[in-house]
């Protein structure tokens, strides 16, 4: 059975840092894709940072750009999304997801609030 659980969400300040980790089981993880997506309130689920298969190639929403870092170990099958600058347009419900060969599997997500 596939499992992606995120972790490391939470309330911060403006300005603040979070790190989130997606911790994958039941498939191997370097053959898979990784993409980092978010959710606000009333709105779309938008892809925020992408991770290819050998580390060597990456995408980032321009919203994130600067601020946001994305990272996979595939030896401990974590993938890792760094946010640094946090603001409070950052405030989402935010989703792992694992993807080859048009397989798609979700985490169930981690809330990222960013407030004072």
């Known amino acids: 059975q596939v499992q992606l659980v995120e972790s490391g969400g939470g309330l911060v300040q403006p300005g603040g840092s979070l790190r989130l980790s997606c911790v994958v089981s039941?498939?191997?993880?370097?053959?898979?894709?990784i993409g980092w997506f978010r959710q606000a309130p009333g709105k779309e689920r938008e892809a925020v940072s992408c991770?290819?298969?050998?580390?060597?190639?990456?995408y980032y929403a321009d919203s994130v750009k600067g601020r946001f870092t994305i990272s996979r170990d595939n030896a401990k099958t974590t993938a890792y999304l760094q946010m640094n600058s946090l603001k409070p347009e950052d405030t989402a419900v935010y989703y792992c997801?694992?993807?080859?060969?048009?397989?798609?599997?979700w985490g169930q997500g981690t809330q990222v609030t960013v407030s004072s």
């Open positions: 997801k694992a993807v080859r060969l048009g397989r798609n599997y």
């Open positions: 991770i290819g298969l050998s580390d060597g190639s990456t």
């Open positions: 039941g498939l191997t993880l370097d053959y898979y894709h």
